[in-house]
């Protein structure tokens, strides 16, 4: 335990090392993407003349969305990783068992490593669904406007979008489920539970992350634009791609990439560790599925991302990607 808190205390300087990996990876994105180089193109000033021209354009957009989370994904993986920590609880709860040790000290390891494990596993797919969402709306946005003033400081207010997130809103995101799953209560991990018994814990996990009546959308991890300091002329630019993210569209197209992506973990993740509908098993032997479905969410090949490949294709999702495309067309 005392390794733990070693871990937590080197935490502010891990997560400036994390900002510096973030800035890097939007950086490279900044200076090899289409987008980017479309947005800052003298020439990009007329809209597609055809449909063919666009849907290329389009496609162009899409690669360029794939491209950039992959390289943010590493950085995804590391955050969670060392703020959550789990190699500790495990080594002492490993220990205990193998010396039939104090079983009163191996129900608390368990239930840390429960907490810990569904809260790595929430935050991933939270991370991963709005950056995902994020890029959707900023790479249309960019390939189909030219600037007007200012690129090199909208360029450093992009990268500050994600430099926030990896150093301030993935920790609010973090604490705020970690808060969510201990407020949902405590489970036996001795306790056996069917497919659908897991599936309705995560369930009242994201009720609590989310809201229930009042839904709360995840763009309260992510700076506004208010905060990036610009200038009134050169603010227009974030406004707009900020009045989209604030749009039905947008919240239609977070609702359905959650609902789709919790989904595919609880049929081919986590919910794999049951046979069938009516198996139950102890708590104790999902939870290192758990582990297996961040693993699954955080794939840094760009061929081998299943998961944002079916969330690209959802019709809100292409209705978002649309919509930032041709934002004026659309309201």
Not at 120 to 140: D, E, F, K, M, P
Not at 142 to 160: I, W
Not at 231 to 251: G, N, Q, Y
Not at 268 to 292: H, R, Y
């Amino acid at each position: 335990m005392e390794n733990e808190q070693q871990q937590k205390r080197r935490g502010r300087s891990v997560v400036s090392n994390i900002v510096t990996t973030a800035a890097v990876a939007y950086s490279a994105y900044q200076l090899g993407s289409w987008a980017w180089n479309q947005y800052c193109s003298a020439g990009n000033h007329t809209k597609p003349e055809n449909w063919k021209e666009r849907r290329t354009r389009l496609r162009n957009c899409r690669l360029d969305v794939r491209r950039t989370l992959c390289r943010f994904l590493p950085t995804i993986r590391t955050i969670v990783e060392e703020r959550i920590p789990t190699k500790g609880p495990t080594q002492a709860l490993k220990a205990l068992r193998a010396d039939s040790g104090d079983s009163a000290k191996q129900e608390v390891l368990w239930e840390i490593l429960r907490t810990r494990f569904l809260t790595r596993l929430l935050v991933t797919a939270y991370s991963y669904t709005l950056l995902s969402l994020i890029l959707t709306v900023q790479v249309h946005y960019l390939a189909s406007r030219r600037p007007e003033h200012g690129s090199s400081e909208h360029q450093h207010a992009l990268r500050q979008t994600y430099e926030y997130f990896f150093e301030t809103g993935m920790v609010s995101l973090i604490r705020t489920v970690e808060r969510a799953v201990c407020e949902c209560g405590d489970t036996d991990v001795r306790q056996c539970l069917s497919k659908q018994d897991v599936g309705a814990m995560i369930e009242a996990i994201r009720q609590q992350v989310e809201g229930i009546k009042r839904k709360r959308s995840l763009l309260r991890f992510i700076m506004s634009p208010a905060a990036y300091g610009l200038s009134d002329e050169r603010s227009h630019l974030f406004d707009a791609m900020w009045d989209i993210m604030e749009s039905p569209v947008m919240k239609d197209a977070e609702s359905d990439a959650l609902g789709f992506l919790f989904d595919k973990l609880q049929e081919s993740g986590w919910g794999t560790a049951f046979e069938d509908a009516s198996s139950k098993k102890p708590l104790a032997s999902i939870i290192p599925m758990f582990k297996n479905s961040v693993n699954q969410i955080i794939q840094t090949n760009e061929d081998d991302l299943e998961y944002l490949t079916a969330i690209q294709d959802l019709p809100t999702v292409l209705e978002l990607a649309d919509v930032s495309f041709t934002p004026d067309s659309r309201r």
